[in-house]
């Protein structure tokens, strides 16, 4: 044991023992699912009396780093379940990017308050249960009754004209640009209005397109395939595109014969107060593919996003439909069919827009009482807060301060000298930590 | 009601009520997840009495078309948990194309005695624990466990050289293709050698590569981007790639400085008596990308697929990565994630190995005993089975022929005159089924 243990020599026996597994743990050579060897073996391993290793299993056991597991013994849990930060070894990560914050004010994760993940468990729980379908490669377009629910979804919470043979479902946005892309042959240009998707535009270079920055980019006489836009975020503010901006873009798409990509990212979230309908209803179904997703609705794992086709693809997509296999999980495709047909997506939304609304107040009227800013504003889509506030810190050492109090916000902008524009959401922060994280918002800007 | 009902005139009122109903739910207008009205509600509305009412859905619930749920009423279930066909109304889609057959020896679904749906689905509501996991969007390369538990298993099965970072999860092989595609700037030739997989082709010509068939169609001066080769089921016959073969491959791979796709397809299932370790592991990981898949091995709606970068990619991943996001199901990949380090996958590959090895033998001793075949082989990959038939009926007969007693094969070819070679696969068929379906099989080819 002398040999094992030197570098925790002074320490009683079974605090080595606990390090030495500590260390193991913590250092990745055992691994999440590992078992430690049993009392009795590890006792005739170290030739330590069985009492010691209990003592040091229970340590281990009391400070997360191994569950016991009855009548099995114990084993190292999932690496995000300890406490220690989730920092895989191999990936050569930097210290500063692996910043976990206190408070996360960037809206990039869901509100667990929020959503009912008993509920959805009972739902993917009755998937489990229809052994026949998971047996099954099931249908490359996407489940039927899932298209079936989506189209009747769409159609009464967005105005979308479909039908569920024009629905194809995929596992996030990317996945349906690629199928638009294929059905495409010409690929040229495509315009991405508002705020840039570098996510959207990485997979049309991808494919050959020339991507344009914004309608400015745009010299009148080359053909473009697709134009990107989000009517319900239309710019920085998150707020929705007007009518006129619609009707002209509508307009534009017809003249000159491409397909606008209408991405109605976070719409159940973004007519509080003036309920719009969709672009692809707008324009009866004709020259915009429709896509919508899933992630922010119910939980961002949730991979399930979908398209409604424009009308002029439909043929060439049933044309091509063969060569392209489902990428959406089938039992989570079943599970959400059976959401929506039992009215629990549109109980969630409700519940959801209230909870959000509610948070966003109570967001903005701390950041007015504590920072007292020059204006405060809730965007249309009812997750941000944005605020002009004036201080002698830049953007980039506002952020660093913030970053110290454990804060991270969604964006900070220089808006004139000494004068900042912060962006918060108060969309993943739950509710009862909103005043905390502004005293700290004010601490490590004012001080 | 005499209106409503005046088609089913004549019969009872009780089954002009159920008629009603009914033909309702099979023409659509009644759609799953969809209630019932109360036998209240019901029975006022159509000025019938409560038993009448009670008595129809009595008899549609005993004929499967609603499902009774207790203190809630009467709902229309799944299409597919009902006994009328699986037929969506809008697809227009012919008759002929919706053909299931009762006994499946195309080996296109997986086999259900085989799978232990229950254990799965205790794995699936692990990962539903983990909620503070699937707040988040996730690890877009997949999740950190499961890359880590990946690179175990085909380092120890495979002897695939990898480690977690060169190991990318996504949602089927298809976008594993692409991304690949993305990679690669030159997009120039792809070879695809041994069986077609048009699947596979279709990706690389839309990301604009020529797709040659077969090393014939190569000639020498051209630039090769990758070669798609699946070395575990290199012809028709799903036989195993020799290692001279394989040797010669990489020997290309290298002269060429092309990256080889080892597609390993069912690779669990082909090494009953040889095993051979992967291209990839040939190689030494530096000119071979390696793609795995878990459907087979457990539910053909599992859509996880992993690539291992070939170490020349890895650099150029690293940078990309952030534009790509993940597609497979979090709640899945963290679900296998511990399915594996828990060593439940060696296990069921074990148990589904030995189902699938008795099963081949069963059919082809019973092919032997019904049809006396001139020969009779069984694949090395387990799952097949074929055989050649002296007939006076041709290929295309035969298919009809089959599909008129209820069966579906894999393939059948006309090997010389008055000669068919036939494929029958034991994979997805029930042990029981197999008698029977040789039976039906001799039926179908002799009469």
Not at 28 to 54: H, I, N, Q
Not at 106 to 133: H, P
Not at 243 to 251: E, G, K, T, W
Not at 255 to 270: A, G, N, P, R
Request: with cysteine; proline share 3%; aromatic share 12%.
């Amino acid at each position: 044991m002398a040999d094992l243990f030197s570098r925790y020599s002074g320490e009683p026996l079974y605090i080595q023992l606990y390090m030495y597994y500590r260390d193991m743990i913590i250092g990745g050579s055992l691994k999440a699912g590992d078992k430690l060897p049993s009392v009795r073996k590890c006792a005739a391993e170290f030739a330590v009396s069985k009492m010691t290793v209990e003592n040091a299993y229970m340590q281990l056991t009391a400070e997360g780093y191994v569950n016991a597991r009855s009548q099995s013994g114990y084993y190292v849990p999932e690496i995000s379940d300890m406490t220690v930060p989730y920092a895989p070894a191999d990936r050569g990560e930097a210290e500063e990017n692996r910043f976990v914050p206190k408070y996360d004010l960037s809206g990039s994760s869901a509100d667990k308050e929020c959503f009912d993940f008993n509920l959805w468990q009972k739902y993917v729980k009755y998937a489990l249960r229809c052994s026949d379908r998971l047996l099954s490669y099931g249908d490359a377009q996407g489940e039927y009754d899932l298209r079936a629910a989506i189209s009747e979804y769409a159609a009464q919470e967005r105005g979308v004209v479909c039908s569920p043979s024009r629905i194809v479902i995929g596992a996030g946005v990317q996945t349906l640009i690629q199928l638009l892309c294929s059905l495409d042959p010409e690929r040229s240009d495509v315009i991405f209005t508002g705020a840039q998707f570098e996510q959207g535009s990485a997979v049309f270079r991808d494919y050959g397109y020339r991507v344009l920055r914004g309608m400015d980019e745009y010299s009148s006489g080359s053909h473009v395939s697709f134009v990107y836009a989000s009517p319900s975020r239309s710019n920085e503010f998150c707020d929705v595109m007007n009518i006129s901006d619609r009707a002209s873009l509508l307009n534009f798409a017809r003249k000159k014969d491409c397909i606008i990509i209408e991405d109605d990212y976070d719409s159940e979230f973004c007519y509080f107060s003036r309920p719009v309908s969709s672009l692809q209803g707008l324009d009866g179904g004709i020259n915009v593919a429709y896509i919508g997703t899933f992630s922010r609705l119910l939980l961002p794992s949730i991979r399930i996003s979908f398209m409604v086709l424009p009308e002029k693809l439909e043929q060439r997509y049933a044309d091509r439909a063969g060569f392209y296999n489902q990428t959406a999980s089938k039992t989570e495709q079943i599970a959400l069919a059976r959401y929506i047909t039992d009215g629990k997506l549109v109980t969630q939304i409700r519940k959801a827009r209230k909870h959000y609304e509610t948070k966003a107040e109570i967001m903005k009227s701390r950041i007015k009482r504590e920072l007292g800013p020059e204006f405060v504003r809730i965007s249309d889509s009812g997750f941000m807060v944005f605020f002009d506030l004036k201080t002698d810190v830049d953007a980039v050492g506002a952020i660093e301060k913030l970053r110290r109090c454990g804060l991270v916000v969604k964006d900070i902008r220089q808006a004139e000298q000494n004068k900042l524009r912060v962006f918060v959401s108060s969309a993943s922060i739950q509710q009862d930590d909103i005043e905390i994280s502004v005293i700290l918002l004010k601490k490590a800007l004012f001080i």
